[in-house]
């Protein structure tokens, strides 16, 4: 399946936003650690939105 951008571009394109999320999360861990959520099911829902949003295609975007 083709996307209309060379595959090495775009794994980098993801790669970097994965790894921004990561140095994010670790930045707002160790200086904002009250912003987050503190029981377990906030947490895996938290976890949930994050990753769908980042995951989530320019179409359904889009729509």
């Known amino acids: 399946m083709s996307v209309g951008v060379a595959p090495d571009v ?3 394109r993801r790669a ?3 790894y921004t999320a990561y140095v ?3 930045q707002l861990v160790a200086h904002l650690p009250e912003l987050l959520p503190q029981h377990t099911d906030e947490q895996a829902t938290h976890l949930d939105d994050m990753l769908s949003t980042l995951l989530r ?3 359904a975007h889009a729509a």
Do not use: K, M, T, W
């Open 10 to 12: 775009a794994a980098r």
């Open 24 to 26: 994010g999360q670790a």
């Open 16 to 18: 970097l936003l994965a």
């Open 57 to 59: 295609s320019r179409r």
